[in-house]
């Protein structure tokens, strides 16, 4: 996800695309121990897609 679309996002919806992304982050992670990913820069694209839900949802909350 770009930052234009996390802004666009409600609070609500931030919480849960956070919690979707954290799950497949794991899984990448998980697949990516037991047997290598094709591609494992899909284990970067969705660790900064994570921190950049999380810093928005941050950002709400302390305005």
């Known amino acids: ?3 234009q679309e996390v802004k666009e996002l ?8 956070l ?8 899984e990448l992670k998980m697949a990516h121990f ?3 990913l094709e591609n494992p820069l899909q284990i970067r694209k969705v660790r900064r897609t994570v921190a950049r839900l999380a ?4 950002n709400r909350e302390n305005q």
């Open 34 to 36: 037991v047997t290598p």
């Open 19 to 26: 919690a979707e992304f954290k799950k497949q982050h794991a």
């Open 55 to 58: 810093t928005e949802l941050t």
């Open 1 to 3: 996800m770009k930052k």
């Open 10 to 17: 409600s609070v609500e919806d931030l919480k849960l695309k």
